[in-house]
Protein backbone atom coordinates (compact mmCIF):
# COMPACT_ATOMS: atom_id res chain seq x y z
CA UNK A 1 0.00 0.00 0.00
CA UNK A 2 1.17 3.18 -0.65
CA UNK A 3 2.62 5.65 2.36
CA UNK A 4 0.81 9.08 2.28
CA UNK A 5 2.05 11.77 4.12
CA UNK A 6 -0.36 13.99 5.91
CA UNK A 7 0.26 17.99 4.58
CA UNK A 8 0.78 20.45 7.97
CA UNK A 9 0.22 23.42 6.30
CA UNK A 10 -2.30 24.70 3.41
CA UNK A 11 -0.32 25.82 0.57
CA UNK A 12 -2.14 28.41 -1.41
CA UNK A 13 -1.22 28.89 -4.90
CA UNK A 14 1.43 32.18 -5.93
CA UNK A 15 -0.71 33.77 -8.07
CA UNK A 16 -4.10 33.44 -6.11
CA UNK A 17 -1.35 35.53 -2.95
CA UNK A 18 -0.86 37.82 -5.64
CA UNK A 19 -4.35 38.46 -6.78
CA UNK A 20 -4.94 39.06 -2.66
CA UNK A 21 -2.68 42.13 -2.77
CA UNK A 22 -4.76 44.24 -5.42
CA UNK A 23 -6.43 47.19 -3.78
CA UNK A 24 -9.94 47.30 -2.82
CA UNK A 25 -10.80 50.49 -5.40
CA UNK A 26 -9.85 47.69 -8.55
CA UNK A 27 -12.45 48.33 -11.62
CA UNK A 28 -15.85 46.96 -11.97
CA UNK A 29 -16.57 43.11 -11.21
CA UNK A 30 -15.54 41.42 -14.62
CA UNK A 31 -17.00 38.57 -16.62
CA UNK A 32 -15.15 35.35 -15.86
CA UNK A 33 -14.57 34.82 -19.37
CA UNK A 34 -14.58 30.89 -18.68
CA UNK A 35 -14.54 28.71 -21.54
CA UNK A 36 -17.33 25.85 -21.32
CA UNK A 37 -15.37 22.52 -22.23
CA UNK A 38 -16.83 19.02 -22.78
CA UNK A 39 -15.30 15.69 -22.47
CA UNK A 40 -15.87 12.39 -23.80
CA UNK A 41 -15.84 9.11 -21.27
CA UNK A 42 -11.98 8.43 -20.38
CA UNK A 43 -10.97 11.33 -21.76
CA UNK A 44 -7.80 12.59 -20.47
CA UNK A 45 -8.16 16.61 -19.35
CA UNK A 46 -4.99 17.13 -18.10
CA UNK A 47 -1.85 15.27 -17.05
CA UNK A 48 0.85 14.84 -14.34
CA UNK A 49 3.77 17.21 -15.11
CA UNK A 50 2.09 19.36 -17.73
CA UNK A 51 2.24 23.04 -17.31
CA UNK A 52 -0.60 23.83 -14.63
CA UNK A 53 -2.39 27.33 -16.44
CA UNK A 54 -6.16 27.21 -15.34
CA UNK A 55 -8.69 25.23 -13.04
CA UNK A 56 -12.35 23.80 -13.55
CA UNK A 57 -15.28 23.70 -11.96
CA UNK A 58 -17.56 20.16 -12.92
CA UNK A 59 -20.67 21.43 -14.51
CA UNK A 60 -22.17 17.71 -15.88
CA UNK A 61 -20.26 13.77 -15.07
CA UNK A 62 -17.47 12.96 -12.54
CA UNK A 63 -14.04 13.12 -13.19
CA UNK A 64 -11.09 11.32 -11.44
CA UNK A 65 -7.99 12.61 -10.56
CA UNK A 66 -4.81 10.48 -9.72
CA UNK A 67 -0.73 9.97 -9.72
CA UNK A 68 0.64 7.40 -11.64
CA UNK A 69 3.24 5.66 -8.93
CA UNK A 70 6.64 4.64 -9.94
CA UNK A 71 5.94 1.34 -10.54
CA UNK A 72 2.92 2.06 -12.95
CA UNK A 73 0.46 1.45 -10.09
CA UNK A 74 -2.37 4.35 -10.17
CA UNK A 75 -3.40 6.10 -6.76
CA UNK A 76 -6.64 7.63 -7.28
CA UNK A 77 -6.72 10.77 -5.16
CA UNK A 78 -10.68 11.97 -5.57
CA UNK A 79 -13.79 11.76 -7.95
CA UNK A 80 -15.29 15.20 -8.53
CA UNK A 81 -18.73 15.31 -8.55
CA UNK A 82 -20.82 18.66 -10.45
CA UNK A 83 -19.95 21.77 -7.92
CA UNK A 84 -16.50 20.86 -7.08
CA UNK A 85 -13.24 22.74 -7.96
CA UNK A 86 -10.35 20.98 -8.79
CA UNK A 87 -6.92 21.33 -11.14
CA UNK A 88 -5.81 24.22 -8.69
CA UNK A 89 -1.90 24.14 -7.69
CA UNK A 90 0.08 25.25 -5.27
CA UNK A 91 3.31 25.47 -7.73
CA UNK A 92 3.28 25.99 -11.99
CA UNK A 93 3.62 22.17 -12.60
CA UNK A 94 0.60 19.47 -12.20
CA UNK A 95 1.16 16.74 -9.17
CA UNK A 96 -1.66 14.54 -10.68
CA UNK A 97 -3.56 13.98 -14.02
CA UNK A 98 -7.34 14.05 -14.26
CA UNK A 99 -9.40 11.94 -16.57
CA UNK A 100 -13.40 11.99 -17.42
CA UNK A 101 -15.14 8.97 -15.56
CA UNK A 102 -17.69 9.50 -18.10
CA UNK A 103 -18.70 12.35 -20.59
CA UNK A 104 -18.28 15.35 -18.62
CA UNK A 105 -18.72 19.08 -18.96
CA UNK A 106 -16.86 21.82 -17.45
CA UNK A 107 -16.06 25.51 -17.28
CA UNK A 108 -12.21 26.45 -17.30
CA UNK A 109 -10.99 29.07 -15.98
CA UNK A 110 -7.33 30.31 -16.22
CA UNK A 111 -5.19 31.27 -13.22
CA UNK A 112 -4.34 34.48 -14.02
CA UNK A 113 -7.87 35.25 -13.98
CA UNK A 114 -8.80 34.55 -10.56
CA UNK A 115 -5.52 36.67 -9.34
CA UNK A 116 -7.76 39.79 -10.90
CA UNK A 117 -11.12 38.69 -9.59
CA UNK A 118 -9.83 38.50 -5.80
CA UNK A 119 -11.30 42.11 -5.81
CA UNK A 120 -13.32 42.10 -8.45
CA UNK A 121 -15.35 39.45 -7.68
CA UNK A 122 -15.24 38.79 -4.03
CA UNK A 123 -18.09 35.80 -4.21
CA UNK A 124 -16.58 33.67 -6.62
CA UNK A 125 -13.43 33.89 -4.44
CA UNK A 126 -15.05 32.85 -1.60
CA UNK A 127 -16.53 29.69 -3.50
CA UNK A 128 -13.07 28.66 -5.07
CA UNK A 129 -11.18 28.98 -1.43
CA UNK A 130 -14.81 26.60 0.19
CA UNK A 131 -13.62 24.07 -2.32
CA UNK A 132 -9.72 24.43 -1.71
CA UNK A 133 -10.80 23.66 2.14
CA UNK A 134 -13.36 20.65 0.95
CA UNK A 135 -10.65 19.20 -0.72
CA UNK A 136 -8.23 19.52 1.49
CA UNK A 137 -10.82 18.21 4.62
CA UNK A 138 -11.60 14.71 1.86
CA UNK A 139 -7.40 14.39 0.96
CA UNK A 140 -7.05 14.14 4.65
CA UNK A 141 -9.94 11.83 5.45
CA UNK A 142 -8.60 9.85 2.35
CA UNK A 143 -5.22 9.09 4.29
CA UNK A 144 -6.68 7.97 7.61
CA UNK A 145 -9.04 5.62 5.07
CA UNK A 146 -6.17 4.29 3.82
CA UNK A 147 -3.90 3.67 6.51
CA UNK A 148 -6.21 2.44 9.35
CA UNK A 149 -9.36 0.83 7.89
CA UNK A 150 -10.33 -2.53 7.15
CA UNK A 151 -11.17 -3.33 3.45
CA UNK A 152 -15.04 -3.16 4.68
CA UNK A 153 -14.97 0.21 6.80
CA UNK A 154 -13.21 1.57 4.00
CA UNK A 155 -16.11 0.58 1.75
CA UNK A 156 -18.92 1.54 3.75
CA UNK A 157 -16.77 4.97 4.04
CA UNK A 158 -16.64 5.34 0.44
CA UNK A 159 -20.40 4.67 -0.27
CA UNK A 160 -21.15 7.25 2.46
CA UNK A 161 -19.56 10.37 1.10
CA UNK A 162 -20.16 9.57 -2.85
CA UNK A 163 -23.94 8.92 -1.79
CA UNK A 164 -24.08 12.34 -0.05
CA UNK A 165 -22.42 13.74 -2.60
CA UNK A 166 -24.25 12.57 -5.79
CA UNK A 167 -28.04 11.95 -4.55
CA UNK A 168 -28.14 11.86 -0.45
CA UNK A 169 -30.90 9.75 -0.90
CA UNK A 170 -29.71 6.58 0.25
CA UNK A 171 -29.34 4.57 -3.23
CA UNK A 172 -26.29 6.04 -5.44
CA UNK A 173 -25.08 5.47 -9.24
CA UNK A 174 -21.77 4.91 -8.85
CA UNK A 175 -20.38 6.21 -12.34
CA UNK A 176 -17.08 4.97 -11.63
CA UNK A 177 -15.78 1.13 -11.82
CA UNK A 178 -14.94 -0.98 -9.45
CA UNK A 179 -11.47 -0.85 -10.83
CA UNK A 180 -11.77 2.74 -9.69
CA UNK A 181 -13.05 2.54 -6.76
CA UNK A 182 -10.20 0.31 -5.89
CA UNK A 183 -7.78 2.27 -6.58
CA UNK A 184 -9.19 5.38 -4.65
CA UNK A 185 -9.45 2.56 -1.89
CA UNK A 186 -6.09 1.02 -2.33
CA UNK A 187 -7.56 -2.46 -2.85
CA UNK A 188 -7.71 -4.64 -5.40
CA UNK A 189 -10.89 -5.17 -7.61
CA UNK A 190 -10.74 -8.73 -5.60
CA UNK A 191 -10.79 -7.34 -2.50
CA UNK A 192 -13.51 -4.86 -3.53
CA UNK A 193 -16.05 -7.20 -5.26
CA UNK A 194 -16.15 -9.53 -1.86
CA UNK A 195 -15.97 -6.49 0.43
CA UNK A 196 -19.30 -5.59 -1.53
CA UNK A 197 -20.68 -8.85 -1.35
CA UNK A 198 -20.16 -8.85 2.40
CA UNK A 199 -22.08 -6.16 2.91
CA UNK A 200 -25.22 -7.56 0.80
CA UNK A 201 -24.81 -10.52 2.94
CA UNK A 202 -25.30 -8.23 6.34
CA UNK A 203 -27.82 -6.33 4.86
CA UNK A 204 -26.19 -3.37 4.54
CA UNK A 205 -26.45 -2.66 1.06
CA UNK A 206 -28.59 -3.68 -1.96
CA UNK A 207 -26.94 -4.44 -5.28
CA UNK A 208 -29.11 -4.32 -8.32
CA UNK A 209 -28.48 -7.22 -11.15
CA UNK A 210 -25.78 -5.99 -14.14
CA UNK A 211 -26.49 -2.37 -12.64
CA UNK A 212 -23.70 -0.02 -11.16
CA UNK A 213 -26.91 1.40 -8.42
CA UNK A 214 -26.19 0.28 -4.88
CA UNK A 215 -29.12 0.93 -2.07
CA UNK A 216 -28.02 1.29 1.27
CA UNK A 217 -30.59 -0.29 3.25
CA UNK A 218 -29.13 0.06 6.60
CA UNK A 219 -27.36 3.31 6.41
CA UNK A 220 -26.73 3.54 10.80
CA UNK A 221 -25.04 -0.31 10.32
CA UNK A 222 -23.08 1.48 7.51
CA UNK A 223 -22.27 4.51 9.69
CA UNK A 224 -20.91 2.04 12.44
CA UNK A 225 -18.30 0.97 10.05
CA UNK A 226 -17.74 4.30 9.56
CA UNK A 227 -16.90 5.84 12.66
Known amino acids: MQTISAPH ?6 WMARGATLQSDARPASVHNE ?3 SFAKEAGIFTQGDQAQSYYRVMAGTVRT ?3 LSDGRRQIDAFHVPGD ?7 EVRSMSADAVEPVVLLQ ?3 QQLAELATDDPDFIQQ ?11 AQAHIMLLGRKSAVEKLA ?3 L ?13 LPMSRIDIADHLGLTIETVSRSLTQLERARYIELPAHRRSIILKNISALRRLDS
Not at 9 to 14: E, L, R, S, T, Y
Not at 85 to 91: L, Q, T, V
Not at 128 to 138: C, N
Not at 161 to 173: A, E, P, Y
Open 85 to 91: IFGIEAG
Open 35 to 37: ARR
Open 157 to 159: TFL
Open 161 to 173: GISDRLSGLGRVD
Open 9 to 14: VMQFPA
Open 109 to 111: YRN
Open 66 to 68: YRV
Open 128 to 138: VMGAMLQSLER
